[in-house]
């Protein structure tokens, strides 16, 4: 393995960034559905360009999302990083799509859900983590910064 | 799974006779057991792998020998299969051999926008363009992965390298998929030294690769071709070209035909030398093809089947492309990290490493990185035989679009990571940052997959008309 595959944090400590990014990508899997199925519902809506240009997007980006958790070390903070922002992505873009009021409601819960849920690392933690991982710079070592 | 040749099946019962000869060679199969069925007994076994070693140093049987004995395996034909596995050459090490020159190359290359010859011959001459001949064709049949992590090391040396070499080894393996004799006669070729360049795309056309507008008419014995083709890489350094045209079926609509020709003298010329921002030492010229007759034993594939033929053998196309790109981006983020730990500003006083701000942007680097590296490899392992030809191609699609669009990120963040001096001539990063973009560029046009996906996850008609509403 090589500096810039390195995992910031060794294979197997990754409980908590696992369970979030699994719960992250989720609310991005429900949001789409939600999307979809109520683009589907209007025949004419479902055959306009916007609508399939952002549904293959969010496609696009859940799949990236699932190869990601499957296929890297799950221990390493770049799986929740990753996942969270590209899920934050997803719903907003989901967002955009739904019309019925129920489902705006539904995904105004998701949208809640997602911020409200508590990442194990905040985004700047997790950034210095993963950086400092690819820099070769000890995360304990001080002073922090330069 | 390697399923021994032949050949080494033939050679095997060599040894066996060699030490036992009163086998009957004939009587000698790939299910025949060692022990049950030839008597081998311990000191037997130990005078094969002896012999066996004497001629094959790099064929060590010790271990295959205790695991097969052991559990009843001993097939001759395990046997055989273990040592093609043994003999077979790693092609990923072979581009990491072969990459620091290529390296130490590309910058000249990219200045002057000559072809890479001297690499091409390289990569001609230690095999590697042979790596996707499939073992019953006689080659080691590199499957997708090892030829998407061999790329990926030498587009981070020579990303110009990589791509031209990338449309001969994928070319190769979709004509192979196809059996028969056009994938037995190239296969021959090219483990002669034949390297192929792929036309499909025409100035009038782009992306749209299924409506060829080179027009292929009917003639006694082969076909007449004229037209035109763009960006035709590694046009300067191959031996074969694979070219797309439309012919007429019986109802005088088009049908899009495949052809691979030897590089002819007469019939197609260079009408515009490639010159451009990225991806400079590729040869991508634009050629013209007049009154070019292709005789019949020349084409591939049977008439109008190229789309479908395309769509199911589209993983070796789009991840082979996707690894390129993500090869400059792994080298983007080697050479960002590695120059950060070294440098220091006087004012600073400490490596920039040690900074915040690099260290975020790092980061997001690595983290796209991994992105489009576990997209690519899932793309890689994706089951290529059950899907369905449209939703196979689209997930294909899907994948080397978020790839290309991650790498060119990286390699953008790079650029911001490393300051001002990464813009300079002298920068290898600056030619990273030009080569990536292509990875936007290249197929398939992201619109296009951007509304089959959309489309086919509606419900949507792909192909129905009007393409969209009012
Ligand atoms: C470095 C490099 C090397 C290449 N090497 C080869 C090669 O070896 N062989 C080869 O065959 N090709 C090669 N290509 C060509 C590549 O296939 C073309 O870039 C591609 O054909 C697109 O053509 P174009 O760039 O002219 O864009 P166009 O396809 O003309 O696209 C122009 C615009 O129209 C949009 N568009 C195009 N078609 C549609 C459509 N049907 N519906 C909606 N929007 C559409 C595109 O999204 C884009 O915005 C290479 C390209 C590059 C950059």
């Not at chain 2, 290359?109 to 073992?135: C, K, Q, S």
């Not at chain 2, 300067?236 to 049908?255: C, I, M, N, V």
Request: net charge negative; proline share 6%.
């Amino acid at each position: 393995m090589n500096e810039t595959t390195r995992p910031a944090v060794p294979a197997g400590a990754g409980g908590p960034g696992e369970r979030y990014a699994g719960t992250m990508f989720g609310l991005a899997e429900q949001a789409y559905e939600l999307a979809v199925r109520d683009v589907k519902g209007d025949a004419k809506r479902s055959r306009l360009p916007g609508g399939q240009f952002t549904t293959a997007r969010m496609r696009a980006s859940l799949a990236t999302m699932r190869a990601l958790m499957a296929r890297h070390d799950p221990g390493d903070p770049v799986v929740a990083h990753y996942v969270a922002e590209a899920a934050q992505e997803v719903v907003s873009k989901a967002f955009e799509l739904v019309t019925d009021p129920l489902a705006a409601e539904e995904m105004s819960r998701i949208w809640r859900s997602l911020k409200a849920t508590a990442p194990p690392l905040s985004p700047d933690h997790a950034r210095e983590r993963i950086g400092k991982a690819a820099l070769l710079i000890d995360p304990d070592a001080t002073p922090r910064w330069l | 799974m390697i399923t021994a040749s032949p050949p080494e099946l033939s050679t095997l019962v060599e040894h066996l006779v060699a030490v036992k000869p009163d086998l009957r060679p004939q009587e000698i199969g790939p299910r025949t057991s060692l022990t049950r069925d030839l008597g081998f007994d311990s000191l037997d076994l130990v005078r094969l792998a002896a012999r066996i070693h004497e001629q094959h140093p790099e064929a060590d049987l010790t271990p295959w020998l205790a695991g097969a004995c052991q559990a009843g395996a001993d097939s001759v034909g395990s046997m055989a299969d273990h040592l093609a596995r043994a003999r077979r050459r790693d092609y990923v090490a072979l581009a990491r051999e072969l990459a620091p020159a290529f390296a130490e190359r590309a910058a000249r290359h990219d200045a002057d926008g000559g072809f890479p010859h001297e690499n091409l011959a390289e990569l001609v001459r230690t095999g590697y363009t042979a790596m996707t001949i499939p073992r019953e064709y006689g080659g080691d049949g590199a499957g997708l992965g090892e030829l998407c992590e061999a790329q990926q090391v030498l587009a981070g040396a020579c990303a110009s390298t990589a791509f031209s070499v990338n449309m001969h080894v994928h070319g190769l393996a979709m004509i192979a998929q196809l059996g028969g004799q056009d994938a037995e006669w190239v296969c021959r070729a090219v483990s002669e030294g034949a390297v192929i360049a792929g036309g499909f795309s025409e100035p009038g056309v782009g992306g749209n690769w299924w409506h060829p507008t080179t027009k292929a008419e009917r003639v006694d014995g082969g076909y007449v071709l004229n037209g035109r083709k763009g960006f035709f890489t590694g046009f300067p350094g191959a031996t074969h070209l694979f070219l797309s045209a439309a012919t007429k079926d019986d109802r005088g609509l088009p049908q899009p035909m495949a052809f691979l020709v030897p590089k002819p003298d007469e019939g197609i010329r260079v009408i515009e030398e490639w010159d451009a921002a990225g991806m400079r030492a590729t040869g991508s010229h634009t050629l013209a093809i007049e009154d070019f007759f292709v005789e019949d034993r020349w084409s591939v594939g049977e008439p109008g089947k190229l789309p479908l033929l395309f769509m199911t053998g589209v993983h070796w196309a789009w991840c082979s492309f996707a690894s390129v790109f993500v090869g400059i981006a792994r080298a983007a983020l080697e050479h960002v990290t590695a120059t950060q730990r070294r440098r220091v500003l006087s004012v600073i006083g400490k490596p920039n490493a040690h900074l915040p701000g690099v260290q975020f942007r790092v980061a997001e680097m690595a983290t796209r990185l991994a992105a489009a590296r576990a997209h690519l490899e899932a793309a890689v392992h994706a089951d290529h035989d059950t899907a369905g030809p449209i939703a196979h191609y689209l997930d294909m699609s899907l994948m080397k679009m978020q790839v290309t669009r991650l790498a060119h990120e990286v390699v953008t963040l790079g650029m911001q990571v490393q300051g001002g001096s990464s813009l300079v001539s002298a920068s290898p990063l600056q030619r990273m940052y030009r080569d990536v973009i292509a990875g936007l560029l290249v197929p398939p046009a992201a619109d296009v997959v951007l509304e089959w996906a959309g489309k086919h996850a509606l419900d949507v008609p792909i192909f129905a008309e009007p393409r969209w509403a009012e």
